[in-house]
């Protein structure tokens, strides 16, 4: 299952629209939880243990000091979604869909966090979390 963080809020929603039931946000009624404005540092430990993907465009959430400590303390996995230019949800959705097989293979290969990728238009590829790996 995914997580999608309020930079990723409507690509979220697009997808539970599309029938998707394997991706909850902030504020989804089966993440009560985590309420809309839930501070990063306070929803990672409750998203890793539940198990989930997190789905951000939060370039800087994988590198500010106290949130690398939660990737570790907590093995959170995570996927940076974007491109060069700045995308929609729709281009989200568009992206994610053209690219969920290759992320499932990366998703099995790597297990436990904590670990990052990131997913552009050009396919999925890992991410350096400083001090981790």
Do not use: C
Not at 43 to 55: H, K, N, S, T, Y
Not at 86 to 102: N, T, Y
Not at 103 to 129: D, H, N
């Amino acid at each position: 299952m995914y997580f999608t963080d309020e930079n990723t809020l409507g690509l979220g929603k697009l997808l539970r629209r599309s029938g998707r039931d394997d991706v909850l946000y902030p504020g989804h009624e089966h993440l009560p939880e985590v309420p809309l404005g839930t501070l990063d540092l306070d929803w990672m430990p409750i998203v890793a243990e539940r198990d989930l993907i997190v789905v951000t465009r939060d370039r800087r959430i994988r590198t500010r000091p106290a949130e690398l400590r939660a990737y570790r303390e907590h093995g959170i996995r995570s996927v940076w979604i974007g491109a060069k230019q700045d995308l929609g949800p729709p281009a989200q959705v568009e992206l994610f869909l053209k690219h969920e097989s290759r992320l499932q293979r990366e998703i099995t290969k790597r297990g436990q966090g904590p670990w990052a990728l990131a997913m552009s238009p050009s396919g999925v590829r890992p991410l350096k979390l400083r001090g981790i790996y």
